[in-house]
Every structure is written in C-alpha cells, then in structure tokens.
C-alpha cells in the first residue's frame, strides 16, 4: 500500500474543436469590429445561442444591436452595419 496518499486529478483546459473554433471566431470578430461589443447569448439550458453585437461607438454602425444565428451573419450584418454609418456621417457632412 503506498502512503503517498490519493491522486488529485487536475482540471484540463482543452477544449473540443468546435468550442476552441467558436473562441477563435469571437476573437475574430472582436479584433475586426472594435466598435462593437460581441458576445454570445445564452439560451435557458445554459447551452450557448445566438451571436450578439451591441453598439458602442456610433461611427461603427446605426442599430444598437445587432443579433444573428452564426458569426457568419453576424459578420455580414456589422460589414453592412458600418456601411450604414458611412452613408450617415456622409449625409451629415
């Protein structure tokens, strides 16, 4: 019988692929539209949901949120949402 006593499992940090891409995707989008602050919703099992952008810097977008299904429309949603700024500080000019 060894006397050093039980082993403690140690806490790991990997993650499967599909949360590690999801992180990556995040920090993408993050880094590309820095005007906003993105962030995924929680649905009420806990499990994660939709993609959400909120406003935070008016030369970035129009709408002060903006949610879509996939990073993908949510993408494709800010690219179209700085646009519409444009056309709005251009109006202003």
Excluded: C, Q, Y
């Amino acid at each position: 019988m060894s006397s050093e006593g039980p082993v403690k499992a140690t806490p790991t940090t990997h993650k499967p692929d599909s949360e590690r891409s999801a992180d990556e995707t995040l920090a993408a989008l993050r880094r590309d539209f820095t005007g906003h602050r993105i962030w995924r919703g929680v649905k009420r099992d806990g499990r994660l949901g939709d993609w959400v952008a909120s406003l935070h810097d008016p030369s970035a977008g129009v709408d002060p949120t903006v949610i879509r299904s996939s990073p993908a429309e949510l993408r494709e949603a800010l690219v179209n949402e700085a646009a519409r700024a444009e056309v709005v500080r251009a109006g202003t000019w």
